[in-house]
């Protein structure tokens, strides 16, 4: 039963202002794209960028991964400001090692796609490649310990996506010989 007075919240608005945080960030679609490619081009070397950057785009339209976007990046800017709490305030802006929450947030986004995503959230959170590199740069003045996890995180889930349906596509088509096969 709908009541008028209740609270919602537009999902478009929720889907602009994700982008919209994650470019003001520094943080491009393509750049999570190139990524995704890192992880992805040994397993399929036809892929490009742009099917890179379709799959961001896929992971970016779900709602709980905007949703940690959002508080990744409010936590971030909150940190840079000086306006959390001791000791958060300085567990967030020195990326203390021993705080865990950046990545627990990351991996709720991991999970979207499946546990696939875990193996490559954990190789791109080590290495730091690309975009991820200059997120974690601590002489910049930007704090960005939730924003590097939650873009690798995005990066490992559209790899995910990627597997699944390059796999499904690969059943489909042995499926389609094996049905011509039948007909001869």
């Known amino acids: 039963m709908s009541q008028p007075n209740m609270y919602r919240l537009n999902s478009k608005d929720v889907a602009k202002a994700t982008e919209e945080w994650l470019t003001k960030r520094g943080v491009t679609k393509e750049q999570i794209g190139q990524l995704v490619m890192l992880l992805q081009k040994d397993y399929f070397p036809e892929l490009t960028l742009a099917e890179c950057v379709v799959n961001v785009e896929s992971v970016l339209s779900k709602r709980e991964v905007q949703n940690a976007v959002l508080t990744g990046i409010q936590l971030d800017l909150l940190a840079e400001e000086g306006k ?13 090692g021993l705080y865990g929450c950046d990545e627990i947030l990351a991996l709720s986004i991991v999970n979207v796609y ?3 995503g875990f193996t490559n959230f954990g190789y791109v959170d080590k290495l730091k490649p690309g975009v991820l590199k200059k997120l974690n740069d601590k002489n910049s003045g930007e704090i960005h310990t939730f924003l590097d996890d939650i873009v690798g995180a995005i990066a490992a889930a559209a790899s995910s996506r990627i597997a699944h349906r390059k796999q499904a596509e690969r059943e489909a088509a042995a499926e389609e010989v094996a049905r011509e096969a039948s007909r001869e």
């Open 84 to 96: 959390l709490l001791p000791p958060l305030q300085d567990m967030i802006a020195y990326d203390e």
């Open 114 to 116: 499946g546990s696939i």
